[in-house]
């Protein structure tokens, strides 16, 4: 069974510059998420769909970041205009349900540097 | 605020060794328990879980044991071996109704041939 597909896997952007990010979840996974990790901690979530509903986006900063599941699969985060404590690894996650006990399965992860 | 954290920042074992990892939290209210392995340059990797109704689980080589009463969480990795150098996190879930997980900081674990 194929994982959690993301890319790229690295960017390098300047500040207020803007960026997108993709990720392909689990094949029939109906839940996706999208985590920042900051270098030195652990990830926090930002956004979390069940098909293409948004089911939590309250630690997502709307004013900068923006992400869509148009077709219950596939996902883009997007970042316009990028800071530099924008830096981090934005990983995607996929369970089979959004339910309290499912387990989440991770992609490799973006690593994204804004100068 | 409320957060889940770790004591041991790094772990260093010799290969064979039992390693043990610990986890404090602070929400009672948390129904759900997981810990992940992150290897560099890797996203997280599901190592074993464990529900609130529950205080030990057992995986291969791994066991999780939960103290519901001083809310402490912990990783016994028996062997140890040097594929187990890794970050690992423990992660709460906070929400019920749907998964809202809440990871600590992170324990890196070096093991040594």
């Known amino acids: 069974e194929a994982g959690v597909a993301q890319s790229p896997r690295y960017k390098i952007i300047e500040k207020r510059q803007s960026v997108a990010f993709w990720c392909n979840p689990i094949?029939?996974?109906?839940?996706l998420y999208w985590y920042q990790q900051i270098l030195g901690q652990g990830p926090k979530l930002l956004i979390q769909?069940?098909?293409?509903?948004?089911?939590?986006d309250s630690q997502l900063p709307k004013d900068r970041f923006s992400a869509e599941r148009l077709k219950g699969v596939d996902s883009t985060l997007k970042i316009q205009p990028a800071k530099l404590e924008d830096s981090a690894v934005y990983l995607c996650?996929?369970?089979?349900?959004?339910?309290?006990?499912?387990?989440?399965?991770f992609g490799p992860g973006t690593r994204l540097t804004v100068l | 605020g409320e957060s889940v954290g770790l004591h041991l920042p790094t772990l260093s074992v010799q290969e064979g060794d039992n390693s043990i990892i610990n986890c404090a939290y602070s929400?009672?209210?948390?129904?759900?328990f997981i810990w992940y392995k992150q290897e560099s340059g890797k996203g997280p990797q599901f190592i074993i879980d464990?529900?609130?109704?529950?205080d030990k689980r057992q995986g291969q080589r791994v066991t999780v044991l939960l103290n519901k009463t001083v809310k402490h969480l912990s990783l016994q990795i028996a062997a140890t071996q040097p594929g187990d150098s890794a970050v690992y996190f423990c992660?709460?879930?906070?929400?019920?109704?749907?998964?809202?997980?809440?990871f600590g900081t992170g324990t890196r674990l070096l093991v040594s041939p």
């Open positions: 929400n009672s209210a948390s129904d759900y």
């Open positions: 769909f069940q098909n293409n509903g948004v089911v939590d």
């Open positions: 996650a996929s369970s089979l349900d959004v339910t309290g006990a499912d387990t989440q399965y």
């Open positions: 992660a709460e879930n906070r929400s019920t109704g749907f998964q809202k997980l809440v």
């Open positions: 464990i529900r609130s109704n529950m």
């Open positions: 094949s029939g996974h109906a839940t």
